[in-house]
């Protein structure tokens, strides 16, 4: 094959919600060669996110998947989502940085698709952070991530170069409902709620995050809530 015909690959960080998922559908819209990364980080939810994860790939036809086990967050706890200790607010949206945040989760994860993105030849990392619809974490900021995205390039071989799509980060979360209809992305198969893993709480940050792009968008959200 010649090398101008050949795909672009994309490494994409897929948790099995609607954002990661959408922006995955996206890449691979734009003619891009999927390599799909998951996170086992002993999240409240994790048995969930992953079966979600593993039937989005299947619908997307993606074979080349990373499924990467961190036991370092369970240790590291100070957050609700890996600490059983610290409940998962559900009065609304919090005012700052919510107890929801997991520290530098995405610069962790960023740094360790970097490698895979290396290793695969790939030129772009996707990421699914949302500025301005997102519930307040300092690392879903468009600034933090073009930095990563420099810190990344400093920090690989010289014939490296990777690209950080953020194809969501200046969506609402209605915006984001609308175009993943648009490209028929299973909406059914994405999973959101921070609390639970067989029926949504309906009451945490993100499943109010979600239900609301829903009502906005003028459509039902078509998973299971409490």
Known sequence: MKEENKKKKAVCIMSGGMDSTLGAYMMQKDGCEIIAVHFNYDQR???KELECFLKICNALSVTNRYVLDLDFFKHLG?????DRNIEVPVGGIEEGVPVTYVPFRNGIFLSMAAAIAEKEGAEFIAIGVVEEDSSGYPDCRESYIKSMQQSINLGTKDETNIEIKMPLVHLKKSQIVQKALELHVPLELTWSCYKNEEV????CDSCRLRLGGFKLAGVIDPIPYE
């Open 78 to 82: 100070a957050s609700a989502l890996t």
């Open 200 to 203: 949504a709480c309906g009451v």
């Open 45 to 47: 939810t994790q048995t």
